[in-house]
């Protein structure tokens, strides 16, 4: 199955226009599309199935408990699918089964451990800061933040450790936030802000054959070696913003396959 990946186009700021990857069997848009959402209709019509996984940038200016099930409205009406703490079985045209595995897994803060969390939220403040959301009505700070990335953490974990039974040929994993360091910006490398961007996923990570993530306004494509298997592979091709130069590079036609 060969999947067409796109993040952080920013549409509510950015000009890009998006087009369907030639051979692609679906898209997936992994977070930060459009913090109005309006941008989500420019895929619509698409001709494969579109999977979506939010990114933070979604909830700008909103109460989070509210816009979740807004967004999967929205989203639905456009005829995608959203995960967020779901799966979703994919059958591809040559009987290749994929299960998909998405959730947002905002950030615990513990990507340099528990030692350093405490450094790494006083971080994020700045990050919270600009997205100005709520959770019941409390600024979504950094303590809500974690609590939202636990709660991640652990589903993923748990469906992680589910046993395919010969339901499903491949696992995907599709995060807006990087699963480990080496999804990590070089322009900014290992600081205590770099842990609002990348979680300490390392150990899940081999339990999928493709880790797809955002975020990070970068390119990555980087492997873990699982012994008696083929490597599984972590790949991000978010485009970011053209004025700090971050689009350059950027293939919006680029495809990996599962």
Wanted: net charge negative; proline share 6%.
């Amino acid at each position: 199955m060969k999947l067409q990946l796109l993040s952080d186009l920013h549409l509510e700021s950015e000009a890009f226009d998006p087009e369907p990857a030639p051979g692609a069997d679906l898209l997936v848009l992994a977070g930060d599309i459009d913090a109005t959402w309006a941008g989500y209709e420019r895929f619509v019509g698409w001709p494969v199935p579109v999977l979506v996984v939010a990114g933070n940038h979604e909830f700008d200016g909103r109460e989070i408990r509210d816009a979740w099930p807004r967004l999967h409205e929205h989203v639905a009406r456009c005829g995608f699918t959203l995960l967020q703490r779901e799966t979703t079985l994919v059958t591809a045209a040559d009987g290749q089964r994929v299960r998909f595995v998405g959730a947002t897994r905002w950030s615990d803060f513990d990507l340099f451990g528990a030692a350093q969390r405490q450094r790494a939220m006083r971080a994020a403040a700045y990050f919270m800061m600009l997205m100005a959301a709520t959770r019941d009505g409390a600024p979504f700070d950094a303590a809500a933040v974690r609590d939202e990335g636990l709660a991640c953490r652990a589903w993923l974990e748990s469906a992680l450790a589910e046993p395919p039974r010969g339901r499903w040929d491949r696992t995907v994993v599709v995060t807006h936030f990087g699963p480990g360091l080496r999804s990590a910006d070089p322009r900014y490398g290992a600081q205590p802000g770099t842990a609002s961007f990348c979680n300490a996923d390392d150990d899940l990570i081999p339990r999928a054959d493709l880790w797809l993530h955002g975020h990070l306004h970068c390119r990555h494509d980087w492997r873990v070696a699982r012994p008696g298997r083929r490597p599984a592979r972590v790949v991000c091709n978010a485009r970011g913003l053209v004025g700090k130069g971050e689009a350059e590079g950027h293939d919006p036609l680029f495809t990996v396959e599962v």
